[in-house]
C-alpha cells in the first residue's frame, strides 16, 4: 500500500452495531447490493431526517456503484459539478452518509487520488 492511500477499513471487517447502543459516527451499516440500498434510502431517509440535498448526493453516489455496492470513487469535485452543489455541501453529505451508516469509507483519498465507499443499510433500517 502506497504513503498516499490511507487504510480505513476492508469489507471482511464490516459489521453491524445497534443504532441505540452507540453515537451516529460509529454505526455501521451491513453491506448491500445497489439496488437493495437504493430502495431502503429512498423509503427511509426523508423519515430519519436526511435533507433533500443530502438525498441527492446519496443517490449520485450510488450511480458509480458496481451492482454489489462496491467501487464507489469518484472525488469531492466530480460529485460537486455533476450535481451543481458546492464542495462543503458534497463533504457535509458524505459525513453525514458514513456517520449514520449509509456508506462504508474503506480507503481515505489522498490529492489527486479519490476516496473509496460501499454501500451499507444501517442496522436500524434492516
Do not use: F, N
Amino acid at each position: 500500500m502506497s504513503d498516499s492511500t490511507k487504510r480505513i477499513v476492508r469489507p471482511s471487517e464490516i459489521g453491524g452495531l445497534p443504532a441505540e447502543d452507540v453515537q451516529p459516527q460509529t454505526v455501521m451499516g451491513s453491506p448491500a447490493r445497489k439496488y437493495e440500498w437504493e430502495k431502503a434510502l429512498l423509503a427511509r431517509s426523508r423519515a430519519e431526517g436526511m435533507t433533500a440535498g443530502c438525498q441527492h448526493v446519496a443517490l449520485l453516489l450510488s450511480t458509480y456503484a458496481d451492482g454489489d455496492g462496491l467501487q464507489i470513487r469518484p472525488t469531492v469535485k466530480t460529485l460537486a459539478t455533476v450535481s451543481g452543489k458546492g464542495e462543503s455541501t458534497i463533504k457535509e453529505s458524505l459525513k453525514y452518509l458514513r456517520d449514520y451508516g449509509w456508506i462504508l469509507q474503506l480507503l481515505q483519498g489522498q490529492t489527486g487520488r479519490a476516496s473509496e465507499y460501499r454501500l451499507t443499510i444501517p442496522p436500524r433500517v434492516q
